[in-house]
């Protein structure tokens, strides 16, 4: 089983910046793709950005040139720096993971971390 634990969301005003980390753990033979989803109220969930093993990465348009996702290797860990933070960008995040767990490959989810960016 793989577990995967978000932690440093919070509240922050616009045009500032917050990181959020994602530890996975557990029976991880290797992870292929980290990255990060998001889920407003009243609206699907997106995909934020997601880092390749290889150390490509991809962004939504609208996070483009102000998120910046990174991983280390080592520690199994992911993080996603936001600045210049907007109001639209309130929602809950969660880490996502495709892991190659024995001969298989799986996705797992964390439970999610509340942003809130708010004057």
């Known amino acids: 089983q793989v577990q995967l634990v978000e932690s440093g969301g919070g509240l922050v005003q616009p045009g500032g910046s917050l990181r959020i980390s994602c530890a996975a753990s557990g029976t991880i033979r290797s992870i292929n793709i980290m990255g990060w989803y998001r889920q407003a109220p009243g609206k699907q969930r997106e995909l934020v950005a997601r880092i390749i093993s290889g150390g490509s990465t991809n962004y939504a348009d609208s996070v483009k040139g102000r998120f910046t996702i990174s991983r280390d290797v080592a520690e199994n860990t992911v993080y996603l720096q936001m600045n210049s933070l907007k109001p639209e960008d309130t929602a809950v995040y969660y880490c996502?993971?495709?892991?190659?767990?024995?001969?298989?490959?799986?996705?797992?989810w964390g439970q999610g971390t509340q942003v809130t960016v708010s004057s």
């Open positions: 996502n993971a495709l892991v190659t767990v024995g001969i298989g490959a799986y996705d797992f």
